[in-house]
Each structure stands twice: as C-alpha cells, then as structure tokens.
C-alpha cells in the first residue's frame, strides 16, 4: 500500500509568521503535489514537482514556495502566513505511468 | 480553463438503495475521469476512473457512465452500505495528472 505521511497534521500559526508543511512518500513516485481545500472549492492545486530538485506552479501559487530536496520529500512553505491561507493541504505522489493519486491524510492550518 | 461541476454538494440515500452523483465539465480535450473517496477526518483514496475510449465502466458496486457528448459523467454506488458513507470527488483531466481539475465533492450519507 502505498504511503504518503504529512507532518504536521493541525497547525495554528500567526499571521506574518512562517509555516512549513512536511511531506514524505514511501512510494518511490516521481510525482508529488500540494492542494488545498475549502469547503465548496474541491481540491486546488497550489505546487507540484516531478522529481528532486524540481518545483512547479499550480493553479493558485501566489503565497506558496515549495521545496523537494528529495524524491521522498516535498514541502510547502508560506514564508508570510495570512489569514485567507486557513485550510486543509493534502499532499500527493503519483506515478508518470499511472494516473491514481496517493494522498496523505491532511493538515489542518489555522492562521490567525 | 476546464471547469468541473459537481452537482450535489450532499445526497441521502437509504441503505440498500442505489446512489448517483453527477459532474459535469466544459474542456472537451478532457479524456480522463477519476472518482475519489475521503473518509470523515482522513485523505482521499482513488476509487475507479473512465478513459473517453469508453462509455461505461464497473467495478463491483460502482458504475461509471460517461456522455461525451453532454459532457457529462457520473458515479452509481449500487445497494448501498453504511460504509459508503463519505464524501466524494469527481475530477477530469487531459491525463496527466497535474491537470487534474476537481469538482467540489458530494457528501453521500446513508440512512439506516
């Protein structure tokens, strides 16, 4: 079964502070991703990376770095936390040859 | 951009019954379409998917139907268990998965 661990799993940060939202894969996927959710918004994707050392943007970046130093490891980085990035973020891996997502089971972020 | 429609934002079925949750889209380059499952407090799990070379796909209880056509497609949970229970994700892409454009879910609640 194929496992992707986030850490940590609730956080509440202050606004203007830093947040890092950890991800590790013991999949061995090339392909990892960070999405958010809110409620009546589904699944946005903010960053993804197709292996170490690569970073890409998604369809909502804006306040978001991402990082994956590592074919195991991806982060999410708000360097200035707000308000309006009070969340769920999932983080994903998948394989270039297939198509099913493996996802963690969340981290909750209150920036207050 | 490709938008996805989920149209039951919460659906109540008896147990036993049969369950139906529609998406619709409005990229017609999209051709690929999973469905995914998120339990109460835990990540999403892939659950089945429909490729545009066909119209209609089944994996046990679960039917996917796709109408290219109306672009449209949709999941049916047949007889219908309390374990069903959850909130579920429709998703259309040009498959890659980073194109993964995601409806904003349907809560499914199963009556005794």
């Known amino acids: 079964e194929a496992a992707v661990t986030q850490s940590p799993r609730n956080k509440v940060a202050v606004t203007g502070g830093k947040v890092t939202l950890s991800c590790n894969q013991t999949?061995?996927?090339?392909?990892m991703y960070w999405y958010r959710q809110d409620t009546g918004h589904g699944l946005r994707l903010i960053h993804y990376?197709?292996?170490?050392?690569?970073?890409e943007k998604g369809d909502i970046p804006d306040g978001y770095k991402a990082s994956r130093p590592s074919q195991e490891n991806f982060s999410l980085i708000l360097e200035l936390a707000t308000p309006s990035q009070t969340s769920v973020y999932f983080c994903?891996?998948?394989?270039?040859?297939?198509?099913?997502?493996?996802f963690g089971a969340g981290t909750r972020l209150s920036v207050l | 951009g490709e938008k996805v429609e989920q149209h039951e934002s919460t659906l109540s079925v008896r147990e036993g019954d049969s369950a139906v949750i529609n998406c619709t889209y409005t990229d017609t380059a999209s051709s690929y379409f999973p469905w995914y499952k998120q339990e109460a407090g835990k990540g999403l799990h892939f659950v089945i998917d429909?490729?545009?070379n066909v119209d209609r796909k089944q994996s046990q209880r679960l039917i996917v139907l796709l109408d290219k056509k109306a672009k449209r497609f949709s999941l049916h949970i047949t007889a219908t268990q309390p374990e069903d229970s959850a909130i579920y994700f429709c998703a259309a892409s040009m498959d890659s998965n980073y194109q993964l454009i995601w409806g904003s879910g349907t809560k499914l609640i199963i009556k005794p």
């Open positions: 999949n061995n996927h090339n392909n």
């Open positions: 994903a891996s998948g394989d270039s040859s297939q198509n099913t997502l493996y």
């Open positions: 990376s197709y292996g170490a050392g690569s970073t």
């Open positions: 429909i490729r545009s």
